[in-house]
């Protein structure tokens, strides 16, 4: 949230935060957009990278050369930089929207993703059953529980705190009073 201009450095909601969750859908979509071309201006503000046309792959190149991300973080950062430039309003390449195919090579790594060290099933609570929640439509709030720490992990409580504001920021924007 930090990072996209969201929040600042003591987790208080910007003035870009709430045009993005207050204003309407074209005030939204300018926020948004604001904030893509601020976050990732080596995506939305250059001559060399153009969404429209490019593919998943170059995507993919284009975060690795200029962030730090990797792994799943990378294909994480991919499909929010999609969806937020889709909902800002760019045209976005089909080959960039198009998915992947899996192969079945990759369904038995993700099955085996599944399963932990002793090769048990995980747990029901790591696995997504029924139709997505309405509030995961929020890029706020979702972007928000994906940093928290995996269960079980130590969170250092200045950290915790700071975390817990800022869902509290986010649900303030997210849910006005009646």
Request: hydrophobic share 35%; net charge neutral; aromatic share 8%.
């Amino acid at each position: 949230m930090r990072y996209l201009g969201m929040i600042s450095d003591n987790g208080l909601p910007t003035q870009l935060m709430r045009q993005y969750v207050t204003g309407d859908e074209a005030e939204s979509k300018s926020a948004l957009m604001e904030m893509l071309k601020t976050a990732y201006p080596f995506l939305f503000a250059t001559d060399d990278f153009h969404i429209d046309s490019e593919t998943s792959q170059q995507l993919r190149k284009t975060l690795e050369a200029n962030t730090t991300a990797t792994g799943e973080t990378l294909g994480r950062c991919m499909a929010f930089i999609k969806d937020a430039a889709l909902d800002a309003g760019f045209h976005v390449s089909p080959y960039i929207l198009q998915k992947k195919v899996r192969t079945s090579g990759s369904r038995k790594k993700a099955s085996a993703q599944r399963k932990d060290e002793k090769g048990n099933e995980a747990p029901a609570s790591h696995i997504s059953i029924g139709p997505p929640l309405p509030a995961q439509a929020s890029l706020l709030l979702s972007g928000l529980f994906q940093r928290l720490p995996k269960p079980g992990t130590a969170w250092a409580r200045e950290e915790r705190e700071r975390w817990l504001q800022t869902l509290q920021n986010v649900v303030l924007l997210e849910y006005p009073e009646a």
